[in-house]
């Protein structure tokens, strides 16, 4: 019960911050987004049919409204929330507050669980003010409750990692700026190894889930399955862009046969879903769910890490000479100012 007052502090002191009333308002917009989104593409997508040959304009719209929905909320979380809660602990140490928690009965342990605690909160405020938006593709049709858990699955862990990210970036440097750099950085790397880690589950849920293909089939599932999931993407920014529309299920397109469109669309998830057997989409639903628990021991992770560094780190050490020397010879103001003096003389 140590920490309840650290908790008391923090609440207060983050109700009084705007970033935390903004947050909720750039979710809205980016649902907003969405649909403004969701809406162009369903406008450019009925212009590749035939007349009289269009799916419904409701499931389309369902189908669209839920990929983009997805896909916002997705990107939302990796940005804003490493974003809003990198200086958790840096702002202590810059305003030397610090070493005064050390005062009470605290540890590091407790002073970094304390203060997590609260920014977890306010990233759970964002993420289920965006979030059930998500159910609303279903009373249009073309999205199944499946999907939506699943979609939920996915930013859950995101949240966890971009949670895992801001605790490490912020216990480094003292800085704001640096702790947003540092914070973007370290959701970088945990953004791209989370969707190679998702693609491996759908690997895995391919090759122990598809059927065996009909003796008259031009195209085997297993191969049409991997087809999506590989597509034809060249170069590492176009393989992430791929990997991000499957994680999100944000692409949506005329379906083709023999270089032909059909009268329907589809989507990455509902290729996936219909090739698959069930054991497959139980496969992919425990890879998801595993992805959860990594996440989560990830973020304990990174809240041991950073109660390591506030514990070797909470005292002022004074700098090395060296190091002090270099900064004085390279970053100086005055840096070879005799040289330069002569060419830019200054009066």
Do not use: C
């Amino acid at each position: 019960m140590s920490i309840w007052p650290v908790i008391v502090r923090e609440l207060q002191s983050q109700a009084r911050q705007p970033l935390t009333y903004w947050l909720r308002v750039l979710g809205g917009i980016s649902v907003a987004a969405a649909f403004g989104v969701a809406l162009w593409k369903v406008s450019h997508l009925r212009n590749q049919f035939t007349a009289g040959g269009a799916p419904h304009s409701y499931l389309t719209f369902g189908t669209a409204l839920f990929g983009k929905l997805n896909l916002f909320i997705f990107l939302v979380i990796w940005i804003f929330v490493p974003l809003s809660t990198a200086d958790a602990i840096s702002r202590e140490r810059r305003e030397g507050t610090l070493a005064l928690l050390y005062l009470t009965k605290l540890r590091s342990w407790g002073i970094v669980a304390g203060k997590a605690s609260v920014h977890v909160l306010r990233a759970l405020s964002l993420f289920l003010t965006v979030a059930p938006w998500l159910m609303l593709p279903l009373l249009f049709g073309g999205v199944g409750v499946k999907d939506v858990g699943l979609a939920l699955m996915i930013n859950f862990a995101a949240l966890l990692l971009a949670l895992a990210a801001e605790l490490l970036a912020s216990t480094v440097p003292r800085d704001w700026l640096k702790s947003v750099i540092l914070a973007q950085l370290f959701a970088l790397i945990l953004f791209v190894r989370m969707l190679y880690v998702h693609e491996d589950v759908l690997k895995h849920a391919i090759i122990s889930g598809t059927a065996p293909a009909p003796a008259n089939a031009w195209m085997a599932p297993m191969a049409m399955t991997f087809q999506h999931l590989r597509g034809f993407q060249a170069g590492m920014l176009r393989r992430m862009v791929h990997l991000i529309e499957i994680t999100t299920n944000s692409s949506i397109s005329v379906s083709h046969q023999w270089g032909f469109p059909r009268s329907s669309l589809e989507t990455h998830w509902q290729v996936f879903w219909s090739n698959l057997t069930p054991g497959g989409h139980q496969a992919w639903s425990q890879g998801v769910a595993g992805m959860i628990v990594r996440s989560a021991f990830v973020l304990l992770i990174a809240l041991a890490i950073a109660a390591w560094r506030v514990q070797n780190s909470w005292r002022d050490a004074p700098p090395q000479l060296a190091v002090e020397g270099w900064k004085r010879r390279f970053f100086h103001h005055a840096f070879a100012s005799t040289r330069f003096g002569r060419i830019w003389p200054v009066h």
